[in-house]
């Protein structure tokens, strides 16, 4: 049976990141989200994040081993020491417009949001992907579409270990 195999079955039981097996397959109970905001100031400037610390209760994250580092910049001028309110709200719109794509389907998701980062004008974004062709493919989609509001770059690493997770959420849950 492969990976992909887990999410032809529906999901099913208490959402708690488990692993069940039944008769015909494994399933995986993805954690709810549960995001907390965050603020800070340090001598390079203000960032503000949103981040999914319900992720961490995700058992078995080899299943979603990928990691999407993804970065987007507006392509209106801006001053870069002064937030301009509307632009980065349209920012974060679309960066919830980008995990609707990476899920792909929501009731075999492809992806979990782990957070997002906004150093003025840049908004760094992480999801892990259990099929990183699949996450590839809608994100090249989306460049080829031309219509997009805002430029981005993103790249895709194996991390099963979510090393790269933990470096942003340890911090806030402890």
């Known amino acids: 049976m492969g990976l992909l195999d887990f999410f032809k079955k529906k999901k099913t039981g208490r959402n708690t990141g488990e692993l069940r097996q039944t008769k015909e397959a494994y399933q995986i109970i993805i954690p709810e989200e549960k995001l ?4 800070a100031e340090n001598e390079e ?3 503000i994040g949103v981040f ?3 992720a961490l209760d995700m058992e078995h994250k080899p299943i979603f081993g990928w990691a999407i580092a993804l970065s987007i910049l507006p392509l209106v001028e801006t001053d870069e020491n002064e937030i301009n309110e509307k632009v980065f709200i349209d920012m974060q ?3 919830d417009h980008l995990s609707e794509v990476l899920k792909s389907n929501p009731q075999h998701p492809n992806s979990i949001f782990i957070g997002r980062i906004t150093k003025w004008p840049q908004m760094d974004c992480v999801w892990y992907v259990n099929n990183p062709e699949l996450a590839h493919t ?3 989609n989306i460049i080829a579409s031309k219509t997009n509001r805002f ?3 993103y790249e895709i690493n194996q991390d099963p270990d979510w090393k790269g997770a933990h470096r942003w959420l ?3 849950v402890k």
Do not use: E, K, S, T
């Open 151 to 153: 430029a981005f770059r």
């Open 45 to 47: 400037g203000r960032f």
């Open 36 to 39: 907390v905001g965050a603020d």
């Open 170 to 172: 340890d911090r806030l």
């Open 52 to 54: 999914n610390v319900g």
């Open 138 to 140: 809608a994100l090249q």
């Open 93 to 95: 719109y679309y960066c």
